[in-house]
């Protein structure tokens, strides 16, 4: 009977542990309410302007100011689609460039920058992130998110059909900075393996947009607002597929 209490026992401590495991490893959350739709094009050819005939298909997102301890800047993005890849086109209001950093994969958050970051899945905690600087320096890279620790990782073999086309320009007019353009193209390729890659139609990604400007104090903008940092997953928007 003693043996048979100690096994019950055990047991059902065994049974708690797997229900505090289980808990631990759930990523499941309440889900953004924030759905947008992303038209399909063939593929074109960027130059940093946004002067394709493609981005009059769809039209601009205004991503909101969160920080205003700096100048206020109007802010907003356009996104398209193709069999290929993904195509987002940034236009920022500005006065100052702060851009010193002159290579990839530097820390170009430290200074002005447009980001972009696709979850693919809500299954897994991994994404995206991709920033531009506006003298078109890139970051790509993946990044595990494990319960808000994270870490960002070098696409490997990254050439080809793996790689992104970008391109910038700066709007200058009468001798002062009035602004600047990021254009982006992101291969499906890039993003193997992760899931709903390349997506279909009616396809769902998490997805958020982001700028970072450095005139006078850091603001930033975001297209979803989030509580702690840019990698706040849990509370991107959706794109869906249409």
């Known amino acids: 009977m003693k043996h048979n209490l100690t096994l019950a026992c055990s047991f059902l401590m065994l049974c708690i542990l797997f229900f505090q495991f289980s808990c631990t490893v759930d990523y499941k959350f309440q889900r953004n309410s924030t759905f947008l739709l992303i038209d399909h094009v063939m593929d074109f050819d960027i130059s940093g302007k946004g002067n394709s005939g493609a981005w009059k298909k769809?039209?601009?997102?205004?991503?909101?100011q969160r920080d205003t301890s700096g100048y206020c800047y109007k802010t907003k993005v356009k996104s398209l689609y193709s069999d290929t890849g993904i195509y987002f086109l940034f236009d920022c209001e500005d006065?100052?460039?702060?851009?010193?950093?002159?290579?990839?994969?530097?820390?170009?958050?430290?200074?002005?920058?447009?980001?972009?970051f696709l979850w693919t899945s809500e299954e897994y905690p991994f994404y995206f992130e991709y920033e531009l600087s506006p003298h078109n320096f890139e970051l790509p890279i993946m990044v595990p998110n494990v319960r808000g620790d994270f870490f960002g990782w070098k696409p490997w073999h990254y050439e080809g059909d793996r790689k992104t086309r970008h391109a910038t320009s700066i709007n200058v007019e009468d001798g002062k900075i009035k602004g600047w353009k990021a254009e982006m193209f992101i291969p499906f390729a890039l993003l193997k393996p992760l899931d709903h890659v390349p997506p279909d139609k009616g396809t769902e990604w998490r997805v958020n947009m982001y700028r970072i400007d450095y005139d006078k104090e850091p603001s930033d903008w975001t297209w979803q607002p989030v509580k702690?940092?840019?990698?706040d997953y849990e509370h991107f928007?959706?794109?869906k597929f249409n």
């Open 237 to 239: 928007g959706t794109f």
């Open 95 to 116: 006065s100052v460039i702060t851009s010193t950093l002159n290579s990839d994969y530097a820390d170009l958050y430290n200074e002005d920058v447009v980001e972009v």
């Open 228 to 231: 702690t940092n840019f990698h």
């Open 58 to 64: 769809t039209d601009w997102i205004n991503l909101e």
